[in-house]
């Protein structure tokens, strides 16, 4: 189980998000979530704001998170690279 929170770490504000992410093998998925919309095509998953949400102020200055169970079928390995709509993300 993970929670995921997304923070807009750039100068102007965020409206409408999407986090995704590769698995690093095509044996693990997201098997349940909240908080947001989830779709995965084969080990790409998506994530996308839920619907009403409202925008991220710039400079870390409002929060959004959503939380998923991952599921695997042998190793399960931490994906390394997130992206928050197509830039991958450099915060902590």
């Given at each position: 189980?993970a929670?995921?929170?997304?923070?807009?770490?750039?100068?102007?504000?965020?409206t409408g998000?999407?986090?995704?992410w590769?698995?690093?093998?095509?044996?693990?998925s997201?098997?349940?979530?909240?908080g947001?919309?989830f779709?995965?095509?084969g080990?790409?998953?998506?994530?996308?704001?839920?619907?009403?949400?409202g925008?991220?102020?710039?400079d870390g200055g409002s929060?959004?998170?959503?939380g998923f169970?991952g599921?695997n079928d042998g190793?399960n390995?931490?994906?390394?690279?997130?992206?928050?709509n197509?830039t991958?993300c450099s915060?902590?």
């Amino acid at each position: 189980m993970a929670t995921v929170t997304v923070r807009n770490l750039s100068d102007t504000p965020i409206t409408g998000w999407t986090v995704d992410w590769d698995w690093p093998t095509d044996r693990q998925s997201v098997s349940s979530g909240w908080g947001a919309t989830f779709h995965q095509t084969g080990s790409h998953v998506r994530v996308t704001a839920p619907e009403g949400a409202g925008p991220l102020a710039p400079d870390g200055g409002s929060t959004a998170s959503f939380g998923f169970v991952g599921a695997n079928d042998g190793p399960n390995p931490d994906p390394t690279v997130f992206r928050l709509n197509g830039t991958v993300c450099s915060g902590g």
